[in-house]
């Protein structure tokens, strides 16, 4: 078998422990709502009060909960970047001594999911802007009335990001242009 591709930390054990005695029935539910908002980063995969009724229902304290949550994502996370086959994530998941049955349901979850969150995870923008167009000016002031041999170049880039068509300007005289290069 590969290098393990979940680490086995102390949070991880925990978590896996805590993952045992989840009720086998509902975690494949819980599995595939994960599975399917991952690729958002930005938001939560439960509201509040969904994260009550999660607790409830699974019968665990809201850290617990939390690591719980956490730690699928992780070893869904793991399996998107090392682009896992299904069979190889399960035979991961039970060197971890994660039981059996939570194994194939991350198994059978990856395989209905897994490609498609693959895609999602290649078509997101990693960065909030992408650099699109690079303008430039570059004047040189020669004399003024009280100098003969002036020579004070000025650059001016414009740099077009993709945020709302909006532009950045640095104005370069002599003195910073030759420190930022």
């Known amino acids: 078998m590969a290098a393990s591709v979940v680490p086995e930390t102390d949070s ?20 595939s709502r ?36 956490e730690a699928i994502s992780f070893i869904l996370e793991q399996a998107v970047y090392h682009n896992l086959k299904p069979a190889s994530l399960q035979q991961q998941l039970q060197s971890i001594h994660l039981d059996q049955d939570k194994a194939e349901a991350f198994a059978n979850a990856w395989a209905a999911g897994g490609q498609e969150t693959i895609e999602k ?38 740099l077009g990001v993709s945020n709302e068509d909006s532009k950045v300007l640095l104005y370069l005289n002599n003195e910073p242009s030759g420190k930022a290069w």
């Not at 980063?41 to 909960?65: N, V, Y």
């Not at 997101?124 to 003024?144: C, D, H, Y």
């Open 121 to 158: 995870f290649r078509q997101r923008v990693l960065t909030p802007q992408k650099l699109e167009t690079i303008g430039w000016q570059l004047n040189l002031q020669m004399s003024a009335s009280t100098q003969a041999k002036l020579k004070s170049p000025r650059a001016v880039l414009e």
């Open 34 to 69: 994960l599975l399917q908002r991952l690729h958002l980063k930005a938001e939560t995969s439960f509201s509040e009060e969904e994260e009550e009724k999660l607790q409830i229902a699974f019968s665990l304290e809201k850290q617990d909960l939390h690591l719980v949550l």
């Open 12 to 31: 991880i054990r925990r978590a896996v422990l805590l993952l045992n005695a989840v009720d086998p029935g509902r975690f494949p539910r819980l599995l």
